[in-house]
């Protein structure tokens, strides 16, 4: 996260009082993430963490994914648990904002992932798709294709100060993957932010996934392909196949993906990668002025993109070309 938005100690107090979780103890910001602002709150009960949603999380998507973490709780996946008020909601208002209560999950991110956490997080990942299949709400991806534009008008007058020539590069990826995106490949719950900092781990056993403002509706092979990005590169930005061996056979142990999805992995890695780099060349491009935020580096996205655009097929990613059939 980030503090955007602070709150008084006697209005949290007295917030919490419509909760079942205790005397307020102790708070404090978290200065991780770059999205919502969040708190760990230490109560006479136990930890827990109070997020205020922030700009891009509307007070209408957050029975979507409070809804959605309860239910993947409910289905053993480890993810924390909203706290509902005493007249039953998962989320209120306070400080002007949408804010919530969930559980606090014991774990680290790994700040290093190895091979292990990348194959730990293909099979929870698989898992989660799989678990969310009866999950009855319906929430559209706004940072899909269709709102790629959108972003790419708030960022091209000045994307050329991040880095001579992005804005044509973007222009001219972005005609391509509004032409040539799949339609057709199966849909279902996705994650849509699973980077490492959403995956915490137990020494190199997974813990828990959290932050699911970004969840919705949409292919689940895109979700697989933003997870590839997020963790199958070096610092270097060098692309590491073992990586992704590891986190792709692992998905595919719980969740085999079918041919269309594998045809189509190189394009959906591209779009994968032109989301992230489209908000982060925003975030960057508008810090708001007195935040506690880190903006994240759009550049090393660019990177990740170009080499997608050099791949082929699944070989490139090192794993086999097609799966033969059970
Ligand atoms: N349920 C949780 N349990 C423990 N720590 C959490 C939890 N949720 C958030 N955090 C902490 O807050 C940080 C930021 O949370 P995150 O959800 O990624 O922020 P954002 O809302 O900006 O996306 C995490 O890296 C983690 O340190
Ligand atoms: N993962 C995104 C930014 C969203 O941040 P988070 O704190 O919500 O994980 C990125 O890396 O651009």
Redesign the pocket.
């Known amino acids: ?2 503090v955007y938005t602070d709150v008084a100690a006697d209005d949290l107090a007295d917030f919490l009082k419509s909760y079942d979780v205790g005397e307020l103890l102790s708070y404090k910001g ?1 200065a ?5 602002s ?1 708190f760990l709150l230490h109560t006479s009960k136990g930890a827990y ?1 109070l ?1 205020l949603y922030e700009k891009r999380v509307a007070a209408d998507d957050l029975p979507y994914f409070l809804g959605l973490m309860a239910h993947l709780c409910a289905r053993g996946v480890n993810c ?1 648990q909203p706290q509902k008020n005493r007249d039953g909601e998962v989320y209120a208002s306070l400080a002007g904002r949408p804010a919530a209560i ?4 014991e774990g680290m ?1 790994p700040r290093r992932p190895n091979v292990m956490h990348c194959a730990g997080v293909g099979e929870a990942l698989a898992r989660m798709h799989v678990a969310g299949r009866d999950f009855p709400l319906v929430r559209k991806n706004n940072l899909s294709v269709d709102g790629w534009r959108g972003l790419l008008a708030l960022a091209a007058p000045r994307a050329d100060t991040v880095q001579p020539g992005l804005r044509a590069f973007l222009q001219t990826e972005l005609d391509y993957l509004v032409a040539h995106w799949p339609t057709d490949l199966p849909e279902g719950v996705i994650h849509a932010d699973l980077f490492p ?2 995956v915490f781990f137990l020494g190199d056993k997974l813990s828990g996934l ?2 699911f ?1 970004f969840a919705c509706n949409d292919m689940l092979a895109y979700d697989v392909a933003i997870c590839l990005n997020a963790w199958c590169f070096e610092p270097d930005l060098s692309f590491n196949a073992t990586k992704a061996r590891a986190f792709l056979n692992a998905y595919e142990a719980v969740r085999p993906l079918t041919a269309a999805e594998r045809a189509a992995f190189p394009l959906l890695a591209r779009g994968a990668s032109i989301r992230f780099l489209l908000t982060r060349l925003v975030d960057f491009l508008n810090v708001p002025e007195g935040a506690f935020v880190k903006p994240k580096d759009p550049v090393e996205y660019v990177r990740k993109l170009r080499f997608h655009q050099s791949v082929t097929s699944m070989a490139d990613y090192g794993v086999e070309v097609a799966r033969q059939p059970a």
């Open positions: 996260m980030a978290i991780e993430g770059v999205e919502n969040n963490i997020t924390p969930i559980n606090f999950l991110w900092d959403n959290i932050d403002p």
